[in-house]
């Protein structure tokens, strides 16, 4: 079955810093690759995904994941945060062969202070 | 589009009553999906449905709960009776494979349930 791990529970950091949340898979086959962004008392918004091709993929808002296949591996990126940022973060696994079932990661809860 | 429609937006219940939370898809998505989000648990699949048919009822947690698409544009997860550790978000996704890789899950606002 496939399953997803984001290690960071929370991340605090102040305006302008850069953030970075990992996010592992385990599935041996094709995936697609999602991360969605949950503010507060709001409903999941899709931000980027991964199907193929450029493993270097950009989303909304400023933010980028790398897709590294040999790391099973699908990391969020962003340069320069703001207050605004200030939310959920989830990454998913949608993996043909199960499906097309989405199946989250625990979550990475971000603080941004201004 | 109006996108995925969830209803009630909140949900207030004794322990004991039913529950019924109702989902409308996004028109031409041909698969339904409901998850259940808590703090302990965070987001877990409960059940899906591809063209009306449930695919993986996996996730769902007992007897208790139950689902049903009766057709492409109505779906309904009823928990009879309901307990307090029932107490989450329910969210409705939907999806259409060919749109997959363009749009992704699309979810609605869920419905925040509380059983006391």
Known sequence: ?114 | DAGVIQSPRHEVTEMGQEVTLRCKPISGHDYLFWYRQTMMRGLELLIYFNNNVPIDDSGMPEDRFSAKMPNASFSTLKIQPSEPRDSAVYFCASMSLVGLANYGYTFGSGTRLTVV
Request: charged share 15%.
């Open chain 1, 1 to 114: 079955a496939q399953s997803v791990s984001q290690h960071n529970h929370h991340v605090i950091l102040s305006e302008a810093a850069s953030l970075e949340l990992g996010c592992n898979y385990s599935y041996g086959g094709t995936v697609n690759l999602f991360w969605y962004v949950q503010y507060p008392g709001q409903h999941l918004q899709l931000l980027l995904k991964y199907f193929s091709g450029d493993p270097l993929v950009k989303g909304i808002k400023g933010f980028e994941a790398e897709f590294i296949k040999s790391k099973f591996s699908f990391n969020l990126r962003k340069p320069s945060v703001q207050w605004s940022d200030t939310a959920e973060y989830f990454c998913a696994v949608n993996a043909g062969a199960a499906g097309n079932k989405l199946t989250f990661g625990g979550g990475t809860r971000v603080l941004v202070k201004p």
